[in-house]
């Protein structure tokens, strides 16, 4: 395997973006930052060599750096002031420790998960000779996710040598004939044609997608598992890697944002309706207000709920159950873990708290929506005669409704699936829900109804 040149441009390893301070030293301006003479004396005394410190003007906050082998440290200024505030030496010495032993016990997987990421590729390259077969593979691309590197950036024959060292079938969500739907958010310049790098998880594309505010756009496409050269799990964006090309039906998703939204939803009294709901809440209700079944969760579920009830043609009754169903559902959990039993609780403590006065079949209908919110809903129909409803389709729709405005805000643990979203409303509101995602967030310095949307 041809490994020495693996890089399109060996200009993009950040190697290339060190100077050794003996050059920065020749120059007749010199930054107020950067004493040589006297860093070099505390260096050398330290039993350290001034050939290993290098001045990176590409880090405005550390222009200095240590680099020697595996070891990479970054140093803000270059005077003996900061070289012994630092305890250079020291930390040198036990980054240095730390690297070799897991290369004496021939632990890879430690190694790079400790070495810096911006100079674990070139490690990997000089260690690929010593690194198990086995281990090639993955190790690469877990190298990969934690660079800044993309696929075109290296040569095809690289990227297939590495391919070949694949020593299982990629555990891929594919349909009868291996394709997968994919998703891409980016800004507008790239054309997604180009891309190198896809996801699963329509989440993550949303999430990319809002890093460029209103320039962003996601796209979806399909592709066959056999194009997928590499499925990333690193930072749980399941990323898939293939090369550019090789993703089909490619077409850009349409998504109204919130503040599209905004107009009509004020003139449906769905805003002042939200408000004067959240008002009814306080952190008392809650085991844990700031968790992340809390305040700012019931709050986005409400709003969720009242939004889709409006998309769905719902009357003003069955938003109502909806509403009151999204501010009491998780009052009666008492953790933040998987629990099928605290929707149970969480009506129970409704009515401690004379928060749930309803008709008789209204209230059955909510302790329904409660009650099962929190278990499958196949478990949930099977239970649907233990209730005193005689309007079983609109238990029903209204059950539908609300699991899947809980279920959008699941974006919140990445961990939102379109596939299982009921009603038809629910997938025009992806985007909405990782814009209320960042703004509908309570904290415990945040003053009563001090978030905005």
């Not at 499958?376 to 609300?402: G, P």
Request: charged share 25%; with cysteine; net charge neutral.
């Amino acid at each position: 395997m041809n490994i020495k040149n693996p890089i399109v441009n060996p200009m993009l390893l950040f190697r290339f973006t060190l100077v050794p301070v003996t050059e920065i030293a020749q120059m007749p301006f010199r930054p107020e930052r950067f004493r040589y003479e006297e860093g070099k004396a505390f260096l050398e005394k330290e039993g350290k060599n001034i050939a290993d410190f290098y001045f990176n003007r590409f880090a405005p906050f550390s222009w200095f750096a240590y680099y020697r082998d595996f070891v990479l440290i970054d140093i803000p200024s270059f005077n003996p002031q900061t070289l012994e505030a630092m305890k250079i030496a020291s930390v040198i010495d036990l980054e240095t420790s730390r690297l070799q032993s897991c290369l004496q016990k021939k632990d890879y997987i430690s190694f790079f998960s400790l070495i810096d990421m911006r100079i674990a590729l070139k490690a990997y390259l000089e260690l690929f000779p010593l690194i198990p077969q086995e281990d090639r593979y993955r190790l690469f691309w877990f190298v990969f996710s934690r660079s800044e590197l993309k696929l075109e950036d290296f040569t095809p024959e690289f990227i297939n040598d590495i391919r070949a060292y694949r020593d299982r079938e990629l555990n891929l969500p594919t349909d009868e004939h291996g394709h997968m739907a994919v998703y891409r958010g980016q800004g507008v310049n790239s054309p997604a044609t180009q891309a190198s790098s896809w996801t699963l998880d329509i989440n993550t594309a949303i999430f990319h997608a809002r890093r460029f505010q209103a320039g962003g756009k996601i796209f979806s496409g399909i592709i066959h598992r056999e194009k997928v050269i590499a499925s990333i799990r690193y930072r749980n964006e399941k990323e898939i890697i293939c090369f550019p090309g090789n993703v089909e039906q490619i077409k850009e998703m349409q998504f109204k944002s919130l503040a599209e939204f905004q107009p009509e939803l004020e003139k449906a009294g769905i805003i002042k309706l939200y408000e004067s709901y959240s008002s009814l809440l306080e952190d008392k209700y809650f085991h844990n207000p700031y968790g992340i079944h809390g305040l700012s969760h019931t709050r986005r579920v409400l709003l969720l709920s009242l939004i889709l009830s409006w998309l769905e043609n719902l009357n003003a009754a069955d938003t109502e159950l909806l509403g009151r169903a999204a501010l009491c559902h998780d009052m009666g959990r008492c953790n933040d873990n998987f629990d099928p039993q605290h929707g149970r609780a969480s009506y129970q403590k409704a009515i401690s708290l004379h928060l749930i006065t309803l008709s008789s079949e209204e209230q059955e209908i909510l302790r329904f929506i409660i009650e099962n919110h929190c278990i499958s809903d196949r478990q949930a129909m099977a239970l649907t005669d233990q209730y005193q409803v005689k309007d079983k389709e609109r238990l029903l729709i209204l059950y539908k409704v609300f699991k899947d405005a809980d279920g959008l805000d699941r974006i919140r643990i990445n961990d939102l699936n379109i596939s299982k979203l009921r009603t038809p409303s629910a997938p025009k509101l992806l985007l909405v829900a990782r814009e209320l995602l960042e703004q509908i967030t309570v904290s415990s310095n945040t003053p009563a109804g001090g978030e905005s949307i």
